[in-house]
Each structure stands twice: as structure tokens, then as C-alpha cells.
């Protein structure tokens, strides 16, 4: 599964303009199962399990990651652009990006340190600042190669370093993996796969998936912030990586259900996957949007504990892979016939 969260990592698809990474996945299912793309963009899988199930359940995991939009040309050739989805400003100074789907290489600029003087020097330049040089030398150069509302993402590899795996779009490319490799391999009970767009811009692409398929249970499958760095200790390391799946029993847009949260634990004796939660309450997924739908969701999220959250270079845990995969596998079965 290494290789197709690489893979998936390597795809431009911020919120929007995820129809790059929908193909891919496209292109990986098995002739066998039935998948159709609502409106919103959302590609919805259905696969027939050995065993029906007594409760419809629906497993997601969005394919869209923040990213940035092309807003401006300059007369100089430069590209100012606004955010899609939440980067902080000092994620995005001096890195390399891909513009529009011609993939043109940019680096976003900033005036150099060399140059500021007094309080400025010490000063996080303003987001309203920056700009991507893609090596233009003026306006008529760009405007046959770029338009106003082309996508921008952050141009990273892949690699596996130590137990660790580096790139970008992790968040939520790893949670996609775990899913089409689930796909890919078969399924117990009959299940549905959400593969959703938006969740970067609100968790818009959720509330569709869950209106169309009406599920009884449903399984986020995500990644979430870890701390566990240097200089950080106790509670607020947050998770760790290679501690396993993060099943948290609240995070900054959903209370979980209490007996789903101790079926968790309960599971996770029992099937052997490690299982952490988080110290911290923060953050939010499609879990807000699907738990709220339909007359509601019996909902839980899985998570990859990941450090440096919407950057060039998430991190995850090699070993939290084969956890997270039969976490969510034990999981879901639950539901199945809960």
C-alpha cells in the first residue's frame, strides 16, 4: 500500500479540482464493483462483500488537499494567489508549487531577509506579500499558460525515510489508500466507499456523499495533527507516530458517540491493532458533515497520526499503516452487523 499512498500523494488536487485524483482511483477499481460521481464530484463505490450486511455502512476518506489559486498576473510575470484550505504563511515561504494542469514549475517568492531592515526583519512577511515567480519576465508570457482560477499545489516527492514516509497531500491521500486497497482486496460484509471532495473548504462534498448513500454507520478515515517533536511534551504532543490508528472520543467539530468510541478499545483488544486517541481537543473532518446528515450517523474517524499537517511535508509512520488498515477493516465489520 506504500507505493499507492505515493502514488496518490504525487496527484495535484486541491478543494474543487479533484477530478485527477478521482481518476486515478478510478482506474484502480475492479471490474466487479459499481461506482457512479454525484454532482458535487464525489466518487461513490459500492462493493458486494461474502456476506450481506444487517446495517448499511459507509467508509470515506476525501481526495481533495489544501492547496492555493491563481487570483492575479502581474505585468511582471508574477502570480499572486489566495489559499484553498488552511496553510499557515510560514508553510508556504520560499517552497516549490505546480501551476494550473500544464504543471508549470513556480516557487512562491518573498522579498529576502537580506533586504528588510529594523522591526521587518523579524516580522512574518504577510500572506498578502508573497507571489510565485514561475521564471516570466512579463504579463503576455503567462496569459497563453496561465488563468485566473488555475489550481496551485506544492511541488514535493514522496519518500520513504527511516520508519517514515514524507509528501504532501497525506492528508488525505493515506486515508484513500487504506480504502482502495480495502476495495482492491474485498470485503466481508457489502460496504460503501465514499471517496470525497471538499473536506479542505468545509467538509462540502460529506454532506452529499451521506444524502446519496443514507448509511446507518459511517468510518472517517483521516489524518490528524501530531506534535511529537522536539520541544513539545504531555498532552500536547497531541498522538504519536507508530502508537497506531488515532480514534479520538471528541475533536473541534464532533462529540463521538461514547459506546462506538469503547467498541474501539474493545475492538482493538481483540484484533490486535494499536489504537491511540487524542490529547487535544482540535481540529474537524467530514465526521461534522456525515453525522449530521440523513436524520444522522452513527459515525466514527480513524486517523493517521501526522506531523506538519497542510505542508510540503506531512509525515507519516511507515508501521501506522498496517494498523490503520485493520483498524478500520475491524471497525467497519463491526458496524456491518452491529
Known amino acids: 500500500m506504500l507505493e499507492m499512498i505515493k502514488e496518490l500523494s504525487l496527484i495535484g488536487g486541491p478543494s474543487g479540482r479533484e477530478e485527477n485524483v478521482r481518476n486515478y482511483i478510478i482506474s484502480k477499481?475492479?471490474?466487479?464493483?459499481?461506482?457512479?460521481?454525484?454532482?458535487?464530484?464525489?466518487?461513490?463505490?459500492?462493493?458486494n462483500g461474502k456476506k450481506p450486511a444487517k446495517n448499511k455502512v459507509m467508509l470515506a476518506a476525501h481526495m481533495d488537499e489544501v492547496g492555493m489559486i491563481v487570483t492575479y498576473i502581474t505585468d511582471d510575470g508574477l502570480l499572486k494567489f489566495s489559499n484553498v484550505g488552511g496553510i499557515e504563511t510560514a508553510a508556504l515561504l520560499g517552497k516549490r508549487v505546480k501551476v494550473g494542469e500544464s504543471e508549470i514549475s513556480g516557487v512562491i517568492g518573498v522579498v529576502p531577509i537580506h533586504l528588510r531592515r529594523g522591526d521587518d526583519e523579524l516580522k512574518m512577511p504577510e500572506k498578502d506579500a508573497l507571489y510565485i515567480d514561475v521564471g516570466a519576465d512579463k504579463k503576455e508570457q503567462l496569459e497563453s499558460l496561465v488563468s485566473l482560477g488555475d489550481k496551485i499545489v506544492f511541488d514535493s516527492d514522496c519518500v520513504e525515510f527511516g520508519s517514515m514516509l514524507k509528501g504532501k497531500a497525506l492528508d488525505d491521500r493515506a486515508g484513500c489508500a487504506v480504502m482502495l486497497d480495502m476495495i482492491i482486496g474485498g470485503v466481508e460484509y457489502d460496504t460503501w466507499f465514499a471517496f470525497t471532495v471538499q473536506e479542505e473548504v468545509g467538509c462540502r462534498g460529506a454532506f452529499a456523499a451521506a444524502y446519496n448513500i443514507k448509511p446507518d454507520y459511517a468510518v472517517v478515515i483521516e489524518t490528524t495533527t501530531a506534535a511529537d517533536i522536539s520541544g513539545v511534551s504531555g498532552e500536547k504532543q497531541?498522538?504519536?507516530?507508530?502508537?497506531?490508528?488515532?480514534?479520538?472520543?471528541?475533536?473541534?467539530?464532533?462529540?463521538?458517540?461514547?459506546?462506538?468510541?469503547?467498541?474501539a478499545?474493545?475492538?482493538?483488544e481483540e484484533k490486535g491493532f494499536k489504537m491511540q486517541t487524542k490529547t487535544v481537543i482540535a481540529g474537524g473532518n467530514d465526521a461534522r458533515a456525515i453525522s449530521n446528515s440523513?436524520?444522522?450517523?452513527?459515525?466514527?474517524?480513524?486517523?493517521?497520526?501526522?506531523?506538519?499537517?497542510?505542508?510540503?511535508?506531512?509525515?507519516?509512520?511507515?508501521d501506522d499503516v498496517s494498523q490503520m488498515s485493520l483498524a478500520v477493516k475491524s471497525i467497519s465489520e463491526e458496524f456491518a452487523n452491529a
Open 29 to 47: 477499481l475492479p471490474s466487479s464493483v459499481e461506482y457512479s460521481v454525484d454532482a458535487m464530484g464525489n466518487l461513490l463505490v459500492f462493493v
Open 238 to 263: 497531541v498522538c504519536k507516530l507508530g502508537e497506531g490508528a488515532v480514534i479520538p472520543f471528541m475533536d473541534g467539530a464532533s462529540v463521538y458517540n461514547l459506546d462506538l468510541y469503547k467498541l
Open 265 to 268: 478499545g474493545r475492538l482493538a
Open 294 to 318: 440523513t436524520g444522522g450517523v452513527k459515525t466514527l474517524t480513524v486517523s493517521f497520526a501526522t506531523r506538519y499537517l497542510h505542508s510540503a511535508s506531512c509525515v507519516i509512520s511507515k
